[in-house]
């Protein structure tokens, strides 16, 4: 490897952009740029002393200014809406192709398969299901396949559950959810398969991609080593956290907590959207009411929602042998050792004591 | 606030950036006699100039060296690796400062600035305001008065992700004396607690997760006579905001955004939650900061909180600083050995 590589990560103030520029300049093999949406996103990056430049995917000449020098691209970056994900992925492929950019990795999901069961290789047709952020992945992998076919060098990668320090949706709200007391197992709603990989797995096999001439023009699953169910998953977190014993929920009782729960999430959204402010004036001013509001935000925040039981009852697995193949190499970081480091960070910026 | 005895004054406001704007300006929009005699000061004149007529306000500057020599008190609302070399010059110019947290970025800087004031016979204030919420002032008043006697713990925590809708990015290309969580939030929070315990107390431990950059986390152990305590800030994660003081008869607790409600438990009876009354939001105390000011302009008032009250605990974030150790964090260590 070669330290004239110059790497730029768009999506960085993100948790898998944030962890691919980290260790990029902690291997300290290559030059890295962090790409930031907007300043309030560089907190966790401005802990190293790397390259941080604004980099918003919808600006193409922004996108040409950060891109000067740079050899590879992992592009993370998700944009805030499903427009910018398609959009700005095509703006990301066309200032890189214009810097001559040696390898491209685009960061898709395993989500753009939709629900599918049994064994879902890389060959599995692509479906939409509705998910506007599946389907905004799905479109921009058809974005990426149309430079594919014009020669740019660029590579798909389709993670599936990505957990670890840092990770808001699979960590951080799983283990709030667990600490609530209101979460459990859920009996006959997640015996699914969790197809989990230790972000630092999926970092590794990321960058090891980016350097393997072999695969530009190809698409991998990246999937970790443990093969269990989503029940398995929150015991084992929830004994990692040193809880006690998660409580079984009957399957009645979830659907119908959830369908109770579903409208009233939907009501605070629209709220929280459109009234945020009058909402914090009334919090202020009416002690009652913020209680209240906590009060229901805590139940809102730890109860399952119907379309999570979709997932948690899923039987699919993605197989990483495509990948495995290629590189060598077999994801390292087992859900123990995993679960420890992820606890271990909670512990650190407090999440528990 | 402002009637024919006293008129008012001319305020300039320097730096109109977020803190500006969510800040001082609604005070200054709420009451036109100030507003009319307002000059804004920022590089970026075309935004000034339309907060400016927003406001009927009196001039735009781009630069705070060319303020009219009538300008009686400015506000000092900058990054904060500027509030020593603007300060010290308007100083000079024997302008008295309301500074935006922290005063400065290093406590020499600081003091520096305090001596100047004095010799100039000019007032240096500060938006510490914090100390200004119900709450906090409560437990001040708690304390001094010795109702629960001797203080053993104080604990600590702010987590919240990092959010400022900062324009510049100056909270990250800044030198790094003037970054991180422990001189943002931390300000605020060792202001307390140097606030309550009457003076800065011994650091005994400081550790953060830095990697030659600025912090996110950042945990202080410190102890002042019988009592000790830890602090525990961080930018990357939203955690429960919260103190709480023990003392030898008595428990107080509280939650850092609830101004106006604070727990106390005395000996073996039951916990009492305590309304208090006072300010509400942030918006309330900026209106009093404000109006302070305008009175120590007019020679009506001292500061609520001055630049010699803050030294304390801006000498304690130096020492956390130079003293500061890396924690471990094995998730880095996995990817630190494993070569891609």
Not at chain 1, 243 to 269: F, G, N, Q, W
Not at chain 2, 167 to 190: C, E, K, M, Q, W
Request: net charge neutral; hydrophobic share 40%; glycine share 8%.
């Amino acid at each position: 490897m070669d330290k004239n590589n110059h790497y730029l990560v768009t999506g960085a103030g993100g948790f898998i952009g944030g962890w691919v520029a980290e260790t990029i300049f902690l291997q300290n093999q290559h030059n890295v740029r962090a790409g930031l949406h907007r300043w309030a996103g560089a907190a966790r990056l401005s802990r190293f002393q790397m390259d941080l430049s604004i980099c918003d995917i919808m600006n193409p000449d922004q996108l040409d200014q950060v891109m000067d020098g740079i050899t590879h691209v992992i592009h993370c970056a998700k944009g805030p809406s499903p427009e910018s994900m398609i959009n700005g992925t095509r703006n990301v492929i066309e200032a890189a192709a214009r810097r001559g950019v040696k390898h491209m990795v685009h960061l898709s999901t395993a989500e753009v398969y939709g629900n599918p069961t049994g064994i879902v290789d890389e060959t599995h047709a692509l479906v939409k299901t509705g998910n506007p952020y599946a389907d905004a992945k799905l479109e921009a992998e058809q974005v990426c396949a149309e430079y594919i076919q014009k020669g740019f060098p660029l590579s798909i990668v389709r993670p599936s559950i990505v957990y670890g320090p840092f990770s808001k949706t699979w960590s951080v709200s799983i283990g709030e959810k667990l600490k609530s007391g209101n979460w459990g197992i859920f009996k006959g709603n997640g015996d699914g398969i969790c197809n989990l990989i230790y972000v630092s797995d999926l970092v590794k096999e990321v960058l090891s991609i980016s350097q393997n001439e072999q695969a530009i023009g190809q698409s991998y699953n990246l999937n970790g080593p443990d093969s269990l169910t989503w029940n398995e998953y929150f015991a084992r977190f929830n004994n990692a956290l040193g809880l006690p014993e998660l409580k079984v929920i009957e399957p009645e009782s979830a659907k119908m907590k959830a369908s109770i729960i579903d409208p009233m999430r939907t009501a605070a959204k629209y709220a929280r959207d459109h009234f945020e402010k009058q909402i914090k004036s009334l919090a202020a001013s009416f002690g009652p009411a913020k209680s209240a509001m906590k009060y229901l935000e805590g139940i809102i925040k730890s109860a399952p929602r119907m379309v999570d039981f979709d997932l948690f009852n899923r039987n699919a697995v993605y197989p990483d042998d495509k990948v495995r193949n290629l590189l060598g190499y077999l994801p390292e970081v087992n859900l123990d050792t995993g679960l420890s480091l992820t606890v271990a960070w909670m512990k650190q910026v407090g999440l528990i004591k | 606030m402002t009637d024919q005895r006293h008129p008012s004054p001319t305020i300039a406001l320097i730096g109109c950036g977020a803190i500006a704007e969510q800040y001082y300006l609604p005070v200054f929009s709420a009451q036109p006699m100030l507003a009319k005699n307002l000059v804004l000061v920022d590089p970026d004149l075309p935004r000034i100039e339309k907060l400016a007529k927003q406001l009927n306000a009196r001039m735009c500057l781009q630069d705070y060296r060319d303020l009219p020599a009538d300008v009686q008190g400015t506000i000092l609302a900058t990054p904060t690796h500027l509030h020593h070399p603007m300060a010290h010059h308007l100083i000079s110019r024997g302008m008295h400062i309301l500074c935006e947290k922290p005063l400065a970025d290093t406590a020499a800087h600081a003091r520096e600035l305090v001596e100047l004031a004095e010799q100039k016979g000019t007032t240096i204030a500060v938006n510490y305001l914090q100390r200004l919420i119900p709450s906090f002032t409560r437990v001040k008043e708690l304390l001094s008065q010795g109702a629960l006697g001797e203080l053993q713990t104080i604990e600590y925590i702010v987590g919240e992700e990092f959010d400022w809708p900062t324009i510049s990015g100056f909270y990250f290309n800044a030198p790094l004396t003037s970054r991180g969580v422990l001189r943002d939030r931390g300000a605020h929070v060792v202001d307390h607690i140097c606030w309550w315990l009457n003076g800065k107390p011994t650091l005994v431990r400081s550790q953060n997760d830095a990697f030659g950059g600025s912090e996110c986390v950042s945990r202080i152990e410190f102890e002042h006579h019988k009592c000790r305590g830890t602090i525990l800030l961080n930018w990357l994660a939203k955690t429960p905001c919260t103190f709480k003081v023990v003392c030898e008869h008595g428990v107080i607790e509280g939650e850092v955004y609830d101004y106006q409600t604070l727990s106390i438990q005395k000996g073996s009876e039951k916990k009492q939650k305590l309304k208090l009354a006072g300010e509400k939001t942030k918006i309330e105390i900026a209106n009093r900061i404000v109006n302070n000011f305008v009175e120590i302009l007019q020679h009506r008032a001292q500061p609520l909180i001055s630049g010699q009250d803050v030294l304390p605990s801006i000498e304690f974030i130096d020492e956390c600083n130079e003293q500061a150790t890396r924690f471990e964090m094995p998730w880095y260590a996995i990817v630190e050995n494993a070569h891609g």
